[in-house]
């Protein structure tokens, strides 16, 4: 054999061992999932809450807690391509009054829960990864028939399982559990969620938050009483932010559902409520006056200073443009958008740069003419950015698709997507427009933003929603004048498309 085909033949050699390590590979992996599908899951008892629970694939990493048919929690734990699910299986009546009722019982719950969680994750793991080893031999043995392959691919599943526990244990964020993002039905929401008042003054309490969460599950499933009330929070008050509802009737049910469930303070529309301005349009505001609650309007570029009056004559409207006022305890700073779009009667120059101008000249106003504001409410996220600090919350919407962001100057900027899932617009994609809204909470002695809870449907009002919690990390930061930013990333320039 000369020295070409001796090294063809190492080639093929090392190609073909290669080509068995990955074989190894796959069926360890393979093997070990199938085991512990098959014979990992646990069942546990956690305080009242009799649960289930289980590891499988998951690209996030999070944990997944099912409360069917109320929706389901996510939270973002980890790191890891595994995931946790917990599924909320049966509630112990007597437990759970004497865990609810006994105070105590009760001062010692969180770290009840805490232990018994606990025990039962350690039963998981250890479940889980003899399940896999045992998959992954039985799977390789099975399909070389060989002891070689089978114990390669045995310890092939005990690095990826000792390194995948190893990447959970480093990357694990306990503290996420105070931000859930929910699935499921906006009626069971606020109680599934948890109260105003342990986002607000009580996130920073791991154990304390778990010990809430399994109050709440095991209220909603009590079989002898109705939904738990969604109790007030003397520390917060309750902004429904919405906006560019563009004459959907859909958008006034969701106001309607989601004032009474999360027990509304007041309601801040950033525009864009009708659609051409016109008079007939202006029948569609008079729900306005039925909320109960303020109902603090600005202008959005598809709304005329007609429509703009008829919201002013509505009971509980306060219109704001270029002026303050004092509602439900904040105060709040509104200008209307300097166009109107549909008829192009107020020429305006809609270039960034000069939107831009325009937000930074009513900021200045701002300053000097008015005492210190809680918050900002504009139409366009371009002028918004201008009122970089000028107050510590500016609300807009416009762009039909939800964002938000931290000015260097401190201030934070939330843009709503479209609560009416853009109207008729709605129906120009393949996939509709979602209906967006958000509560916002606001400290009631700083005024300063805690936490909000962002709200989506689906569109044309599907009746499941996703409710997605984030807390402010510094709500007392100093608030200062600074750069206002670049234009807004998401949809279009301000000037030449009309949402």
């Known amino acids: 054999m000369n020295v070409t085909d001796r090294t063809q033949a190492l080639r093929r050699a090392a190609a073909g061992r290669i080509a068995r390590a990955i074989a190894v590979v796959l069926v360890a992996l393979g093997g070990a999932w199938l085991g512990i599908a098959l014979g990992g899951p646990v069942h546990a008892a956690v305080g009242p809450v009799e649960i289930g629970m289980s590891a499988e694939p998951s690209w996030a990493g999070e944990t997944v807690v099912d409360a069917h048919p109320l929706g389901t929690l996510l939270f973002d734990t980890h790191n890891a391509p595994v995931g946790l699910r917990i ?123 778990l010990a809430k969460l399994v109050n709440n599950v095991s209220q909603l499933y009590d079989a002898v009483s109705t939904l738990p009330v969604y109790d007030s929070d003397p520390e917060s008050i309750r902004v429904l932010h919405v906006s560019d509802i563009h004459l959907n009737l859909i958008a006034w049910n969701l106001i309607h559902s989601i004032t009474a469930q999360f027990k509304i303070d007041l309601i801040v529309d950033t525009g864009d409520l009708t659609d051409h301005g016109t008079g007939p349009e202006d029948k569609f505001v008079k729900e306005v006056s039925s909320f109960g609650v303020p109902y603090v309007f600005v202008r959005g570029n598809h709304d005329s200073k007609a429509t703009q009056r008829a919201v002013g004559k509505q009971k509980g409207a306060v219109v704001l443009d270029d ?62 950015r201008a009122f970089s600090g000028a107050a510590p919350m500016v609300l807009a919407g416009h762009s039909h698709e939800r964002s938000t962001e931290l000015l260097p100057s401190g201030t934070r900027l939330l843009v709503q997507g479209s609560t009416g899932g853009a109207g008729l617009r709605a129906l120009e994609h393949d996939e509709p427009t979602p209906v967006a809204a958000s509560v916002l909470y606001f400290d009631r002695k700083t005024h300063r933003l805690r936490a909000w809870d962002d709200i989506t449907l689906g569109g044309l009002g599907e009746q499941s929603v996703q409710i997605e919690r984030h807390v402010e990390t510094d709500p007392g930061r100093t608030i200062s004048p600074g750069p206002t930013g670049a234009p807004s990333p998401t949809g279009s320039p301000s000037g030449t498309t009309t949402p």
């Not at 740069?353 to 300053?367: I, N, P, V, W």
């Open 323 to 384: 002026s303050a006022e004092t509602v439900a305890g904040l105060r709040i700073y509104g200008l209307g958008d300097p166009r109107f779009t549909p008829d192009k009667s107020v020429v305006v120059d809609s270039d960034p740069e000069s939107l831009t101008a325009l937000g930074r000249a009513h900021a200045t106003r701002l300053g000097q003419a008015f005492e210190p504001v809680d918050l900002v409410a504009v139409h366009d996220p371009t002028i918004a």
């Open 87 to 209: 599924t909320l299986e049966n509630i112990n009546p007597a437990r759970a009054g004497a865990l609810l009722d006994d105070p105590r019982i009760s001062g010692q719950f969180p770290a009840l829960l805490e232990k018994e969680l606990r025990e039962g994750v350690k039963t998981l793991i250890l479940r889980a990864a003899l399940c896999g080893l045992a998959g992954a031999l039985v799977a390789a043995l099975i399909v070389f028939r060989r002891p070689g392959p089978a114990l390669a691919s045995l310890l092939s599943a005990t690095v990826m399982i000792a390194g995948t526990g190893a990447a959970v244990a480093v990357t694990f964020r306990p503290n996420s559990v105070v931000e859930p993002k929910y699935t499921g039905l906006l009626a069971g929401a606020p109680s599934l969620v948890g109260d105003a008042e342990s986002i607000v003054t009580k996130f920073e309490s791991y154990r304390v938050q």
